[in-house]
């Protein structure tokens, strides 16, 4: 069964920054790509990038100075590490496998 | 950037009532490799999304055909036929095919 779960913390202070992990069961990473969405309360969905299953990354634009996106394929794991928080950041981060299988989602809050 | 406009932005329906939503991207959605990575997905209330529709008019298992999707190029539809309760939420397009892969801004289903 395809699972994916997001961990992290829940409160990050501003200027620091979001480290959060996807840990994925049921697939290989080196088989499928994984994208990280985002959402701040009450709006719509943001792509952020996507971990491709060769191991390659795309960002979106805006967010590419402070975004890197690994992984450890021996962890079944993909990484997000966003630097320089601020408080629009403040949103439910979801891994999602493709467009299909979507993690619960970590709400993470920037706030001193 | 790939603009998707999602009309109408909320809709109020009873029960067996049909639904449709538009989505219009900024310029062709098929990909080079020739398919067209148009995705639907519903956002109930305080759940993750679920993809409901992929490659335009691909319906994912589970999801009841009283779902539907159409389209090409720039223009793509979700038809409900007759809504039920449970459809209620957020529906959102999004687009696979150009990067920065970007989302519809959402339409609000309530029933009445």
């Known amino acids: 069964q395809m699972q994916l779960q997001e961990s992290g913390p829940g409160l990050v202070q501003p200027s620091e920054t979001l480290s959060l992990t996807c840990t994925v069961s049921?697939?290989?990473?080196?088989?499928?790509?994984i994208n990280w969405v985002r959402q701040p309360p009450g709006k719509g969905l943001e792509w952020m990038g996507t971990m491709w299953n060769d191991g390659s990354t795309d960002y979106n634009s805006p967010l590419k100075s402070r975004l890197s996106i690994s992984r450890d394929t021996s962890k079944s794991q993909v990484f997000l590490k966003m630097d320089s928080l601020q408080t629009e950041d403040t949103a439910i981060y979801f891994c999602?496998?493709?467009?299909?299988?979507w993690g619960q989602g970590v709400m993470v809050t920037v706030s001193s | 950037d790939v603009v998707m406009t999602q009309t109408p932005v909320s809709l109020s329906l009873a029960i067996g009532q049909p639904a449709s939503i538009s989505c219009k991207s900024s310029?062709?959605?098929?990909?080079?490799?020739?398919?067209?990575?148009l995705t639907w997905i519903l956002q109930r209330p305080g759940q993750s999304p679920k993809r409901l529709i992929y490659l335009v008019s691909k319906l994912d298992s589970g999801v009841p055909d009283r779902f539907s999707g159409s389209g090409s190029e720039t223009e793509f539809t979700l038809k409900i036929s007759r809504v039920e309760a449970e459809d209620l939420g957020v529906y959102y397009c999004?687009?696979?095919?150009?990067?920065?892969?970007?989302f519809g801004s959402g339409t609000k289903l309530e029933i009445k």
């Open positions: 999602v496998r493709g467009s299909k299988y």
């Open positions: 999004w687009q696979g095919t150009h990067l920065p892969f970007t």
């Open positions: 310029q062709s959605l098929i990909h080079s490799d020739g398919n067209t990575y």
């Open positions: 049921g697939f290989s990473l080196t088989s499928y790509g």
